[in-house]
């Protein structure tokens, strides 16, 4: 008969930015809460049945803060907990696999987010000698945030069915979709879009959107193309549900005469696109590296010669934000509501240029890159909820601030030697994923779980690669990578994370 044994929970806390969680070894971890908020039934009655009535909807309330509890002793040990006055970040980490200090050898982790001490109170003030029993008073805790389960068996998956020859440069996926809203009940990943470059042996040489519907393990073309033959498409994103969504694709070759321009789908069915073209701007030459969605009034996109343009009906009209036209720009980044930073909005381009605007656009300042990095090519940011921001160049630098670049942390992606860092995403303030191409000109991922204060290679089964461009992330554990097309000949590249938490917040 199979033995189970119970292995204890290890609580590793964070104090500071970009400082590494500790373990504290305790007496034990209880009480972790993960509230949703108390459901209560509408009913009316029942038609044609007296004295009977059906639920018509469900009502949640507000959710309490999500919270665990720590036991400690209290005889003949130093304890922060007993005197603690910050806010923490805090993990529960379950399932050791190896020693209990070592942080990434567990299965799982419970992780909460300013996490704050409550009320102690012991039941006596009196210490009885004479036996080994643990003299200990427990100490609750509330977080803001969390818990967010963090996976840390997740792993690769071999190169999934893409028939595309040209290479992979974005991609972008829709979230969860909920019974009351539809009958698809599709999960967020499962409806998805990646678009490519022009490829000159395709028969059109022509880019391509491809799509999925189920979690990108298939891939096939959608009914039409957006651009004209030699014309790649830089970037896509969406919103919507599956059944009713709209879809913009950028144009990222110049187009002689012609200004900038974007194609959008209003879909109703996966993979059937009509597409509407719309100039951006009104500068011949300008094409577009880059665009950010953050909602249906705050959509951006940057250009090649240094331009930011927003939308604020989905695509259909855009105003031009900041036309300094300096180098090129090659990402954008915007925090939503409810944030404490909302309206920032970041823009990172070529010779260790950032602009920041803290009105939604509408004014921009130069804000200080770091040092090392100068003449490099900024490729990435990336901007958490709690405002702070994450930028990645052509050097292999990785580089972190939470004052608004004021300050700037040298971070790093462990285990290799970077030539380039690709893209940087999140899931949230303690998750951030980041891809990088190496020397050999492939392409691996890390994970961050302690809010950029490392990054661990996190390639785990990792296929063979010739480079990768785009990176999109469901949620913590469940990320998509997608890049070029073997040089010797085949198919393009897409992989994505298997874990056991997939359907978890």
Known sequence: ?????????????????????????????????????TLSPSR????GARRQSVITDMLRGDPDLPG??????????KNWLLGIKCAINAQIHMGRCDRPDNYTKSNMAWDYRYAERENIAADRGAIIE?????????????????????????????????AGIEDILDMAFLDDECLEDCQTQY???????????????????????????????????????????????????????????????????????????????DVTTPGTTTWVYVNVGAVNGQYINYM????????????????????????ASWTAKYTAGVVAFN??????????????????GDSNTIRLSTDEGDSWSTVTAPAAGAGDAINTVCVTPDGTVFIGND?????????????????????????????????????????????????????STDGGASFLLWSHAMPTNSGLNALAVIDQNYVFVGGNAHPAGGSAFISKTKTDFMSLP
């Open 395 to 447: 050097a292999g630098e990785i580089y972190g601030s939470f004052d608004n670049g004021s300050n700037w942390t040298t971070l790093s992606l462990q285990g290799l030697t970077i030539s380039s860092v690709a893209r940087i995403r999140m899931a949230h303030d303690g998750v951030i994923w980041a891809i990088a191409s190496v020397a050999d000109g492939s392409s691996r991922a890390w994970r």
């Open 44 to 47: 009316e009655p029942a038609a």
């Open 292 to 315: 950010f969605w953050l909602d249906q009034g705050n959509l951006y996109a940057v250009t090649n010669d240094g331009y930011v343009y927003k939308s604020d009906d989905g695509g």
């Open 187 to 265: 999960e967020a990943g499962d409806v998805g879009y990646v678009v490519t470059d022009a490829y000159s042996a395709s028969p059109t040489d022509a880019a391509a959107v491809y799509y999925t519907t189920d979690a990108g393990e298939t891939w096939a073309i959608t009914s039409s193309d957006p651009f004209a033959p030699g014309e790649s498409i830089s970037c896509v994103v969406l919103q919507g549900i599956s059944d009713n969504h709209r879809i913009i694709v950028s144009r990222g070759t110049a187009d002689g005469g012609n200004p900038a321009e974007i194609a959008y789908a």
């Open 331 to 348: 990402d954008v980044a915007s925090i939503g509501p409810g944030t404490e930073r909302a309206g920032y909005v970041w823009v990172v």
């Open 68 to 77: 665990f509890s720590v036991e400690t002793r209290l005889q003949k040990t």
């Open 1 to 37: 008969m199979t033995a189970y044994t119970h292995k204890e929970g290890r609580l590793w806390v964070q104090f500071k930015k970009f400082e590494a969680f500790k373990l504290y070894l305790l007496s034990g971890v209880t009480d972790l809460t993960d509230p949703q908020g």
């Open 130 to 162: 004479g036996d080994d029993a643990k003299v200990a008073v427990t100490v609750p805790f509330k977080a803001r945030s969390g818990p967010d389960y963090i996976d840390f068996l997740v792993s690769f998956l071999s190169a999934r069915t893409f």
